[in-house]
């Protein structure tokens, strides 16, 4: 039994570690997602956006939660970029 507790705990600390440098990586591509995005000319960015928002609306069920979050996300990322 005590064996099975200490391999449980061994996996949780493994998914902990996966989980933070999963978070890091996200991180990391919105900076650079930002950084491309202000560099834009306001017509690029539009055009962009367009795209990107044509391409969501083709692919996605706009009931599916999972969806929705991403379209907010995206809306964010690409309307109010990081500060």
């Not at 930002?34 to 834009?40: D, G, P, Q, Y």
């Not at 690029?44 to 009931?63: K, P, R, S, Y």
């Not at 969806?67 to 990081?82: A, F, G, S, T």
Request: hydrophobic content about 45%; aromatic content about 2%; charged content about 30%.
């Amino acid at each position: 039994m005590k064996n099975l507790i200490a391999e449980l705990l061994v996996k949780l600390a493994e998914k902990e570690a996966t989980a933070k440098e999963q978070v890091a990586q996200i991180e990391a591509l919105e900076i650079v997602v930002t950084a491309l995005v202000r560099k834009l000319e306001p017509q690029q960015h539009l055009e962009m956006t367009a795209t990107i928002e044509t391409a969501i609306n083709n692919v996605a069920d706009a009931d599916n939660d999972d969806v929705r979050l991403l379209r907010n996300y995206l809306e964010k990322l690409l309307r109010y970029p990081r500060q």
